[in-house]
């Protein structure tokens, strides 16, 4: 049982490149989560995913996009990425504990990207 | 707009010193708590979850408490040891509608010397 992997581990992109950073999970959750941690700042929510092929806004969604294809993956694109965009990226899942709405997110290990 | 605050932002203690994590919330109707570690360099582990009915949570030498009406939450960690060094980072969830979306605090850094 991996948990929730993350690909790349680290990446350093040009300003205006893109990139797509995938996010898989092997506990078979519905929910799962983009967040981005910021020196000073906790994590922020950029996009979720209640279920397969279903997403939404999170806190700061602006320049990012993000696909739920497949139940297992999650997936965070830049179209065009900016030196606002450095920061560490991590992705969550999570499950509903049925009757008691109880849910702890699982972290996967973070990507730190570098945008120059 | 709910606003999670984390004081102080790092803390140095000897080993085997009692301390206290404060966490405070804006906002008091949450659905829950939850206090993570984070060790350098690694994602977050959940330490506990305290639901917004309850008063607190235990678990080994660490007890988490919540007081919702005042927006506040304490992680107390018991005879410290140099291994839980560690930045820990409470977390709110907003109300059952909200989908397991959790707003952070900016985490308090923990050095525990040996």
């Known amino acids: 049982n991996a948990g929730v992997t993350q690909t790349p581990k680290f990446r350093v992109l040009k300003t205006g490149q893109s990139m797509t950073l995938l996010c898989a999970q092997d506990?078979?959750?519905?929910?799962m989560y983009w967040y981005r941690q910021d020196p000073g700042m906790g994590l922020r929510l950029i996009h979720y995913?209640?279920?397969?092929?279903?997403?939404a806004k999170g806190e700061v969604p602006d320049g990012y996009n993000v696909s739920r294809l497949k139940k297992q993956n999650f997936l965070l694109g830049l179209e065009s990425a900016a030196p606002s965009q450095t920061s560490v990226y991590f992705c969550?899942?999570?499950?509903?504990?049925?009757?008691?709405?109880?849910?702890?997110?699982?972290f996967g290990p973070g990507t730190r990207l570098l945008v120059l | 707009k709910q606003e999670v605050t984390q004081i102080p932002a790092a803390l140095s203690v000897p080993e085997g010193e009692n301390l206290v994590l404060n966490c405070s919330f804006t906002?008091?109707?949450?659905?829950?708590l939850q206090w993570f570690r984070q060790d350098p360099g690694k994602g977050l582990t959940s330490l506990l979850l305290?639901?917004?009915?309850?008063r607190e949570q235990t678990s080994g030498r660490l007890n988490a408490s919540l007081d919702k009406s005042s927006g506040r939450s304490t992680l107390y960690i018991a005879a410290s040891q140099p291994g839980d060094s560690a930045t820990y980072l409470c977390?709110?969830?907003?109300?059952?509608?909200?989908?397991?979306?959790?707003?952070f605090g900016q985490g308090t850094t923990l050095q525990v010397k040996p």
């Open positions: 969550a899942s999570s499950y509903r504990l049925a009757g008691t709405g109880r849910e702890t997110q699982y």
């Open positions: 506990m078979n959750h519905e929910y």
């Open positions: 995913s209640v279920g397969e092929g279903t997403t």
């Open positions: 906002d008091s109707a949450i659905y829950n």
């Open positions: 305290i639901q917004s009915s309850q």
């Open positions: 977390a709110v969830r907003l109300g059952s509608g909200n989908t397991g979306k959790l707003i």
